[in-house]
């Protein structure tokens, strides 16, 4: 299956909110509440941030939020930080016990 | 806490094989799903496949369909990749990651290791 599509960067500046788009199929995003959302910092391994479309881990700031309409899910980070500054990637199960992942989307704090 | 760590990567030449292993610590390994997943450098994460909690259930990308096998040990609590007849394509970080929920299958990827850098060139 095709690789979710995201866009390659977002910006915004400290304490603004930020919003990163995913698009699928009916075949995976739209006909599963399996969205997940992954930070990755360079050289480090990703990191699970919001999973089931809208649910996060312990741990995870609630400045960080997913939500899903569609074929499209979303995710929101909200009062933005320096250290929100990394490529966030979303996955959605897609069938048949499998998993496609996005492009990738590098968020920039300016 | 959680930790995960792979091992095994290398240079191979095409067609070559290798195995992958990852040494879970910290959890109740025998009760969680774990996963491959891969990332060739400077592009996106791939998933690869997928274990069960007791290993009866095995699950593959295409890419690599007949070609990698997955296993476990949950008395040593490791998780394996057989890679055989590799192609250039397959030159990734290869990580491991648990399942969100025990006993449940293909949900998200909770914890991650660092990965193991698999390249395959002649």
């Known amino acids: 299956q095709s690789a979710l599509t995201q866009p390659a960067s977002v910006s915004g500046s400290p304490g603004q909110s930020i919003t990163i788009s995913c698009t699928g199929t009916?075949?995976?995003?739209?006909?599963?509440?399996?969205v997940s959302w992954y930070q990755q910092h360079p050289g480090k391994a990703p990191k699970v941030m919001v999973y089931?479309?809208?649910r996060r881990p312990s741990g995870v700031s609630d400045r960080f939020s997913g939500s899903k309409s569609g074929n499209t899910a979303s995710l929101t980070i909200s009062g933005l930080q320096a250290e929100d500054e990394a490529v966030y990637y979303c996955?959605?199960?897609?069938?048949?016990?499998?998993?496609?992942f996005g492009t990738g989307t590098k968020v920039t704090v300016l | 806490q959680v930790q995960l760590v792979e091992s095994g990567g290398g240079v191979v030449q095409p067609g070559e094989s290798l195995r992958l292993s990852c040494a879970a610590s910290?959890?109740?390994?025998?009760?969680?799903?774990v996963h491959w997943l891969r990332q060739s450098p400077g592009k996106g994460l791939e998933w690869v496949a997928f274990?069960?909690?007791?290993?009866?259930?095995?699950d593959y990308a295409d890419s690599v369909k007949g070609r990698f096998t997955i296993s476990r040990d949950n008395s040593k609590n490791t998780l394996y990749l057989q890679m055989n007849n590799l192609k250039a394509e397959d030159s990734a970080v290869y990580y491991c990651?648990?399942?969100?929920?025990?006993?449940?299958?293909?949900?998200?990827?909770?914890?991650w290791g660092q990965g193991t850098l698999v390249t395959v060139s002649s």
């Open positions: 089931e479309v809208t």
């Open positions: 274990i069960r909690y007791d290993g009866r259930n095995k």
């Open positions: 996955c959605s199960y897609a069938g048949s016990n499998s998993h496609v």
């Open positions: 990651a648990k399942e969100g929920v025990p006993y449940y299958s293909h949900y998200h990827f909770d914890d």
């Open positions: 910290g959890f109740a390994f025998s009760d969680f799903g």
């Open positions: 009916s075949n995976d995003i739209g006909n599963y509440n399996l």
